[in-house]
């Protein structure tokens, strides 16, 4: 025996006993020891032998220890939950482990670990606090190889709270009824194994969906279904729960431990996702031949032979294996394959990874508008398919223009115009809105030049008369001449200067008197040399 060696023990039938010895496929009658809980280290300083342990309905676990001071080899128990008393020191209880509900919780219910590990799931969704109700299937997915627990108080916890990890125990006494509702209480054979049977998901989780999940017996043919051992039945209603929980399930005629994942033990347990040759398809084929199979060598560059003969009665069950790769007897191989002649053709056997079926064809939607083709050899584990667009305009058109085009349903110019002239300038416009040219302008306007110019006219307008030609002989100035005063040659001066002379009255003028001074303009009437013929005043 080695150490660390552990079998858990019920027992149903001994009440009383002393010095009992456990003895494993006859590996040795080891005695058994006590005063031992859990934590404790397994080699106690005064290790008790056992008197009084194997009072009947016990659940015990039992580890075997090498080096038990004082006494060498033996079996050191770690006692379980006293069924008959339910007392603190028979029970497990959680310290401070515990999780938010998936849905809310109800009295004396067994709670499963999620299949995240994140939640507690309630073995029923049910309402009802009676142990006779009936069951409300929870389809929240469990984790078959989490750990399990009994809420074991009569206060709700609703979901996405977190019940008190002092009302959560391992190991106790509980009725199942409240667990797995029944319209009539359940009918336990004391003293079975109790399952709870679950249904194996694709990810490994499991489902609790039977209305009726609790079994005492593990299956006998492969039912795709979890069994989660809960316990051990205490009577016909309660059950002792462990605070361990082996999963079972049957393949292959044998009831399983379940590990977390179906393990294959046999090819058929596989998809055959690579074709491999089976023995039905191999009986298949060598059933043809009329003879048996006769190795003839090797076929490809440097074998035995290059080239297949043809198939005849003469070379029945020769037998030859490809080194290169090619096409043999109009069949496309490659290395590894095998040829084999029934007389009339040569069957190619492959090495067991080429794809099923021969692609001959492939289809293109809309081909004939579309205007694609396909072309090329049928396929088996190698070849070309080329997918070309043929053009459906006869001409192409390759200058450099815009054109006006139809399109069709695919998307494709299915025709096309001459090619658009784009003007460049207004003479290349129709001047359907009667624009009006220079020449047109010139011809229409009702002035044609401007002081003898034409085109851009620019005039300087006088603003004095100084800037004027004074070919009227306006007078341009005047001078003021005094009776009695002024000369002759004053008077000369001024004429010569075209002055008007204004000749003013003398000073005895008096109009208050009557008495009136000379005024007159003089006029000229005529010279004679430098003096005048005729002057008046």
């Known amino acids: 025996m080695r150490d660390g060696t552990a079998v858990l023990l019920y027992n149903g039938k001994v009440t009383s006993?002393?010095?009992y010895t456990i003895n494993i496929n006859g590996l040795g009658a080891y005695g058994t020891y006590s005063n031992m809980s859990l934590g404790n280290n397994v080699t106690p300083t005064n290790p008790t032998r056992d008197t009084t342990i194997f009072n009947?309905?016990?659940?015990?676990?039992?580890?075997?220890?090498?080096?038990?001071?004082g006494v060498g080899s033996g079996w050191i128990c770690y006692r379980g939950y006293d069924a008959n008393t339910n007392t603190l020191g028979y029970q497990i209880r959680t310290n401070s482990f515990s999780l938010p509900m998936t849905s809310v919780v109800y009295r004396y219910r067994l709670l499963f670990q999620s299949a995240d590990n994140n939640h507690?799931?309630?073995?029923?969704?049910?309402?009802?606090?009676?142990?006779?109700s009936s069951r409300i299937v929870c389809q929240d997915p469990i984790n078959p190889l989490g750990a399990i627990v009994y809420y074991g108080t009569t206060t709700s916890v609703s979901a996405g709270s977190?019940?008190?990890?002092?009302?959560?125990?391992?190991?106790?006494?509980?009725?199942?009824?409240?667990s797995f509702q029944k319209s009539t209480n359940y009918s336990l054979t004391s003293w079975k194994p109790v399952y709870v049977k679950c249904a194996l998901q694709s990810n490994g989780s499991a489902i609790i969906d039977s209305d009726d999940p609790i079994v005492q017996d593990l299956p006998s043919s492969d039912d795709g279904n979890l069994y989660i051992l809960l316990g051990y039945a205490y009577n016909t209603t309660n059950i002792e729960l462990v605070y361990y929980h082996p999963v079972y399930y049957y393949k292959d005629g044998l009831v399983r431990v379940w590990a977390?994942?179906?393990?294959?033990?046999?090819?058929?347990?596989l998809t055959n996702d690579s074709g491999f040759a089976t023995t039905d398809y191999v009986d298949s084929i060598v059933s043809n031949f009329s003879g048996p199979m006769v190795f003839k060598g090797s076929l490809g560059t440097g074998g035995t032979i290059t080239t297949l003969p043809a198939a005849s009665s003469s070379n029945v069950g020769f037998t030859y294996k490809v080194i290169t790769d090619g096409t043999y007897a109009s069949q496309l191989a490659k290395a590894g394959d095998t040829f084999i002649s029934d007389g009339t053709n040569w069957i190619l056997i492959p090495s067991g990874d080429e794809p099923s079926g021969t692609v001959t064809s492939v289809g293109v939607s809309n081909a004939t508008n579309g205007g694609?083709?396909?072309?090329?050899?049928p396929i088996t584990s190698s070849g070309t398919i080329s997918i070309g667009h043929s053009n459906v305009l006869s001409n192409a058109r390759t200058t450099q223009a815009v054109y006006p085009i139809k399109i069709d349903k695919n998307g494709h110019i299915s025709a096309y115009g001459t090619a658009v002239s784009i003007p460049t300038k207004v003479s290349d416009l129709d001047n359907d809105s009667e624009f009006v040219n220079s020449s047109e302008a010139a011809a229409a306007a009702p002035v044609q030049s401007v002081n003898g110019q034409t085109g851009a006219v620019s005039l300087s307008i006088p603003s004095k008369t100084s800037?004027?030609?004074?070919?009227?002989?306006?007078?341009?100035?005047m001078t003021i001449l005094s009776y009695g005063h002024?000369?002759?040659?004053?008077?000369?001066?001024?004429?010569n200067a075209d002055k008007v002379v204004y000749c003013r009255a003398s000073s005895n003028s008096n109009p208050a008197t009557g008495t009136q001074g000379r005024m007159a303009f003089m006029a000229y009437i005529g010279f004679s040399g430098s003096t005048p013929t005729n002057v008046e005043f």
């Not at 507690?120 to 006779?132: F, K, L, M, Y």
């Not at 977390?260 to 058929?268: D, F, H, L, Y």
């Not at 002024?486 to 004429?495: E, G, H, K, R, V």
């Open 17 to 19: 006993a002393t010095n």
């Open 162 to 178: 977190r019940p008190s990890a002092s009302n959560l125990w391992q190991q106790y006494t509980l009725n199942l009824g409240y």
């Open 120 to 132: 507690w799931v309630p073995a029923t969704n049910s309402t009802s606090t009676n142990a006779t």
């Open 56 to 69: 009947i309905n016990y659940a015990m676990l039992f580890v075997f220890c090498t080096t038990i001071h």
């Open 372 to 377: 694609l083709s396909i072309s090329g050899s």
């Open 486 to 495: 002024s000369t002759w040659n004053d008077f000369l001066t001024a004429y």
């Open 467 to 477: 800037d004027l030609a004074n070919d009227s002989n306006f007078i341009t100035g």
């Open 260 to 269: 977390g994942a179906n393990i294959p033990t046999k090819t058929s347990d």
